[in-house]
């Protein structure tokens, strides 16, 4: 996997350019694999050798493109003890994808140099969990089972912004009425966990591989905080016993859309039910600190560090923001996809800017990385053709994604007296968004759990961001700040009346230049 060249080796072949072929499709299974192999790098290892030892929950297209490669490289390097089980907990699609494939599936990577294509091995078993619950609880208290990995989204983890407390929702509720029949993913964690308590057993580490801050902490105040909540003695045994370790992870991977599936039947006559198309680019940072073992990462381009913290800022705020950004913006200005919108010089101006001039010199980069070179690296993954990730995709969640990715670097520059108008302008690109119709007036589908009340605020204050403002819960108290809701008010009425495109033309043109600020950027501590 391509990786930025300061923080991993490569782990897997680069894309080469493929010609187009068509092929008869050949149903993908164990049985089928020496028919696959001369088109598709597929597993040379004995996949039978692979011992369960990682249940990973909530299995996705991420999942597929990022850790179970990884995974995979291992077992291909002979590692064969750390294969896969995956559970589902509430929809039964990945089971019928899988099942009849014997768990294998395909990763095509993509840029515009050609692609690569492997099928991978490495998950050995798929539970659906309303189908059989007590099988999972059977493979966490397993002791061969060792790490309990998770993409479950940061909105699982029931954590109140407001007193960081875990904070059941009725599924959680239900699971403390019923321990040995959860539903939840705490539910089943904590009971796992009890029941490797209670036959003497090590625990397993849980690993969050949620694209969150600090999400190693987070699993740990949602396990606990649910344990307590059951049995207080259970709580201090997996606050002494169990390691939450955080990590950060990358790879774009937008959801496989069913005229990839068929191109890629077609074409490389791989009869995948659902392939993953990503990017070559593959990066995953962990923090190295497990209770039971953990597999040799190391080797096949993960990063082991002792904090991670720097990592995640660095990611969250620039790749993630970034994302944020040109989905909101760039859906207002009647763009589609990532690739267009960096395609466009104004936005691709206004996006290296943002990130070069503002938010790069609050960061504190990681040991052994150029902030200037990843924000590089940033625009031309962006620009990737092959990938084309859509915008409205990008937008989904912008009241959790906002709080989370780019209101901190705007709070921090507004405590710290540091530039901040093209931060400014994305929020002012997001209360415009919200308003819900692009430039030319077309509908845009505002997916979000509090897209009522965002809309509704939104739409009331038209040019002015004060009712919007007022959702402290999100906005904290910049609402506060007469000056800067002056500055954003200004922002929004430009946006308004003359359109994204010269907006952002405007603003890039009275910020410095992100060339000014690499070397603030670069002498920041290590």
């Known amino acids: 996997m391509a990786q930025y060249a300061s923080s991993a080796e490569p782990t897997a072949t680069e894309p080469t350019a493929t010609e187009p072929t068509a092929t008869e499709p050949v149903p993908l299974n164990d049985g089928t694999l020496p028919r696959h192999a001369g088109r598709v790098q597929v597993p040379s290892y004995d996949r039978s050798a692979l011992v369960p030892s990682v249940v990973h929950v909530s299995v996705g297209g991420f999942t597929r493109a990022h850790q179970l490669v990884y995974l995979d490289e291992l077992a291909e390097r002979g590692e064969t003890g750390w294969g896969v089980v995956g559970v589902g907990l509430h929809t039964p699609q990945m089971r019928d994808a899988l099942a009849p494939q014997d768990n294998l ?213 620039l790749l993630n923001a970034g994302h944020v950004v040109l989905g909101f913006l760039g859906q207002v200005a009647g763009l589609r996809t990532t690739d267009e919108a960096v395609a466009d010089p104004a936005v691709h101006d206004y996006l290296s800017a943002l990130m070069g001039a503002e938010i790069i010199p609050l960061l504190p980069g990681p040991d052994g990385v150029d902030l200037a070179e990843y924000r590089a690296a940033l625009l031309q993954r962006f620009a990737n053709p092959a990938i084309s990730d859509q915008l409205s995709r990008l937008s989904r969640r912008g009241s959790q994604k906002m709080p989370d990715f780019v209101l901190p670097s705007l709070h921090q520059a507004l405590a710290e007296g540091r530039p901040h108008a093209l931060l400014t302008l994305a929020v002012a690109g997001w209360a415009r968004y919200l308003q819900g119709v692009d430039e030319t007036g077309r509908p845009l589908e505002v997916q979000d759990a509090r897209a009522g009340r965002l809309q509704e605020l939104a739409r009331a204050g038209g040019t002015d961001p004060r009712p919007l403002l007022s959702e402290r819960t999100l906005f904290g108290d910049l609402a506060d700040d007469e000056g800067f809701v002056a500055r954003l008010q200004s922002a929004l009425e430009q946006l308004t009346r003359d359109g994204v495109r010269a907006t952002l033309a405007t603003h890039v043109a009275t910020e410095p230049t992100p060339a000014a600020c690499t070397d603030t950027a670069e002498q920041l501590p290590a």
């Open 105 to 317: 599936f395909t990763v095509v990577e993509r840029d515009a140099a050609g692609e690569h294509a492997r099928v991978v091995g490495s998950m050995v078993d798929y539970v659906f969990a309303p189908d059989d619950p007590a099988r999972v609880l059977d493979l966490l208290a397993d002791e061969r089972t060792r790490v309990v990995t998770m993409t479950v989204t940061g909105s699982a983890y029931r954590i109140d912004p407001q007193t960081g407390a875990f904070t059941p929702d009725e599924e959680a509720l239900a699971d403390l009425e019923h321990p040995d029949r959860p539903s939840s993913v705490f539910g089943h964690l904590v009971e796992g966990l009890d029941r490797r308590r209670r036959a003497g057993l090590p625990p397993f580490t849980v690993l969050s591989c949620d694209n969150m801050q600090s999400n190693g902490e987070a699993a740990r105040t949602a396990v606990v905080g649910f344990a307590r909540l059951r049995d207080e003695v259970l709580a201090r045994w997996i606050a002494d016993h169990v390691s939450f370790p955080s990590s950060m992870v990358d790879r774009i991977t937008p959801a496989t859309s069913p005229e990839e599936r068929d191109e890629i039947a077609s074409r490389l006559g791989v009869d995948d039910r659902w392939p993953v198309v990503t990017e070559p680019w593959s990066q995953w940072v962990v923090e190295d600190a497990f209770c039971n073992g953990r597999p040799p990462l190391e080797t096949v381009g993960v990063r082991m560090v002792t904090d991670v913290a720097r990592f995640e800022l660095m990611k969250t705020r």
